[in-house]
C-alpha cells in the first residue's frame, strides 16, 4: 500500500481533500473482477450466472442523529466508474438519510434485505432459502462482489492488528483489516512499507485454485501500482 498511500497524500495536499481509502479499494477489486467474471459468479443447481456488472457491497460511516453509524451501500456498476466517481458517490450517500441498504445512486434498489429482517422467523427462514436460490434477486439486493471492515477502526498502526474472516452469501468476499507499517525489501534495501492485511473467500463451486490464484496476482498487481490514483492529478 506504500505507493497508494503516498500518491493519496499528494492528492489530498493538491486539491484540499482526502480520497476515500474505501473507494480506491472499491475501484481496485472491480477492475480485477471485470477481467475475469467468472470469480463473481453465482451457483443455481448445475449452472453458473456470470454477471456483466461489478455491483461492489460494502460498509461505510455515515452520521446520524444518534451518532455515526455504519451504514450498508452498494456500488453498482464500479467497474466502469473512475476513482472519483466512486469517491464522490460515497460522500454523496453518507449525507443521505439513513435507510435499510443502500444502494449508491439507487437508493431503492438495495432495501429488500432490510425489509426480509422484520418479517416473522419461519417466513424469514423460508425468504432465505427462497433467496438463495434466485441469482438475479440477489445480484440486484446485495450485489456480485462484498467488502467488510474493520480498517477505519483499527486505522494506522504497528501495535494492533486484525483481519476479519470473510464469510456470508457473496461468491467473492473480502474481510478488510487495517494498514501496518513494517518492514519490506526494496531492491537491496530494507525499508518500511506499508501492508494491508486482508482475508478473501471465494466460491470453490464456481473457480478453480488456479483461476484464484491468477486472480489474487492481477489484484496484488493494482494494489502494488495504486491503479487509478494517477487519474486525479
Known amino acids: 500500500m506504500t505507493e497508494a498511500q503516498t500518491m493519496l497524500h499528494r492528492s489530498r495536499e493538491k486539491k484540499g481533500e482526502t480520497t476515500s481509502f474505501t473507494a480506491w479499494l472499491i475501484k481496485c477489486i472491480a477492475q480485477a473482477v471485470s477481467e475475469d467474471k467468472r470469480v463473481q459468479a ?20 455515515r452520521a446520524s442523529d444518534s451518532g455515526e453509524m455504519v451504514a450498508n451501500a452498494i456500488m453498482r456498476k464500479a467497474d466502469e466508474k473512475s476513482l472519483e466517481t466512486i469517491h464522490q458517490e460515497i460522500r454523496i450517500a453518507q449525507q443521505e438519510k439513513p435507510v435499510h441498504g443502500t444502494s449508491v445512486g439507487e437508493s431503492e434498489e438495495a432495501r429488500l434485505a432490510g ?39 483499527l486505522g494506522t498502526s504497528s501495535s494492533m492488528w486484525g483481519c476479519p474472516i470473510a464469510t456470508g452469501m457473496f461468491p467473492l468476499m473480502f474481510g478488510i483489516s487495517g494498514i501496518a507499517r513494517k518492514p519490506g525489501i526494496v531492491g537491496d534495501q530494507i525499508l518500511a512499507r ?40
Not at 467488502?147 to 477505519?152: D, E, F, L, R, Y
Not at 470453490?204 to 494517477?230: M, N, P, S
Open 42 to 61: 453465482y451457483r443455481k443447481g448445475k449452472h453458473l450466472f456470470v454477471f456483466e456488472d461489478v455491483d461492489v457491497a460494502f460498509v461505510m460511516d
Open 115 to 153: 425489509r426480509l429482517q422484520s418479517l416473522p422467523g419461519f417466513v424469514r427462514r423460508l425468504g432465505v432459502w427462497w433467496y438463495g436460490r434466485n441469482p438475479e434477486l440477489r445480484k440486484r439486493a446485495q450485489g456480485t462482489v462484498g467488502i467488510t471492515s474493520v480498517g477505519n477502526i
Open 194 to 233: 506499508d501492508y494491508l492485511s486482508m482475508s478473501i473467500m471465494f466460491d470453490h463451486y464456481a473457480v478453480d485454485g488456479a483461476e484464484a490464484a491468477r486472480f489474487l496476482k492481477r489484484l496484488g498487481e493494482l494494489f502494488t501500482c495504486a491503479y487509478g490514483i494517477d487519474r486525479l492529478d
